[in-house]
């Protein structure tokens, strides 16, 4: 029903950005909360934000809250994650997910559709 592709994500030095990307297929992209989830190695998926629908609600992780910035292009079918100020502690896979419930759920079992994810590494 909707695929999901994640990209640029890389190697970036602490206190560097990011921005990453997830683009969407499909003709009812609009119609889905989506979110962004980080899973580094040994670890369980974490969450990292959520943007409502339309684009009126966000919500963050403590952990990235005045760093990261969520946001969506309907028009173009896309979801952003703005990183600034990395930290070591941010790396990890990256995925994006579509909640078709637009709960704004922060919980990995709340979302039905997954992108394969994009690598970020921050070094010290």
């Known amino acids: 029903q909707v695929q999901l592709v994640e990209s640029g994500g890389g190697l970036v030095q602490a206190g560097g950005s990011l921005r990453l990307s997830c683009a969407a297929s499909g003709r009812t992209f609009s119609s889905y909360a989506m979110g962004w989830f980080r899973q580094a190695p040994g670890k369980e998926r974490e969450f990292v934000a959520v943007?409502?629908?339309?684009?009126?609600?966000?919500s963050y992780a403590d952990s990235v809250k005045g760093r990261f910035t969520i946001s969506r292009d309907n028009a173009n079918k896309t979801v952003y994650l703005r990183m600034n100020s990395l930290k070591a502690e941010d790396t990890a896979v990256y995925h994006c997910a579509a909640d078709d419930q637009n709960t704004l759920g922060r919980e990995a079992n709340e979302y039905g559709y997954w992108g394969q994810g994009t690598q970020v590494t921050v070094s010290s």
């Open positions: 943007i409502s629908r339309l684009g009126i609600i966000t």
